[in-house]
């Protein structure tokens, strides 16, 4: 099997996740000393963005390693099944 699109970025990719596990242990420390709700928002607002920028950093790889390979293969048909795919997981990501 090929490596992923963002193999070649895994580590700096994995770094950022676990700033954000990091983050996550963040606010369940500030919910159990009951923080104040809008500092605790704030922190949530600031761990989904992190977690935004993971996502699109992926399908960034995504588009340039595994479409780009997809659209210069031979199989016009594997090329759209992986436009498709890029597609439905951008949907998903606007639509959260």
Do not use: F
Request: with cysteine.
């Amino acid at each position: 099997m090929a490596n992923p699109g963002y193999h070649d970025d895994k580590a700096k990719i994995l770094a950022r996740l676990k700033r954000v596990e990091g983050q996550v242990r963040g606010l369940q420390r500030m919910v159990e000393n009951d923080t104040y709700c809008i500092d605790v928002l704030t922190q949530v607002s600031a761990a989904t963005r992190a977690l935004q920028s993971v996502a699109v950093e992926l399908v960034d790889d995504h588009l340039r390693h595994c479409v780009s390979n997809a659209v210069q293969s031979d199989d016009p048909g594997e090329a759209d099944r992986i436009i498709t795919e890029a597609t439905n997981a951008i949907e998903r990501l606007v639509k959260s």
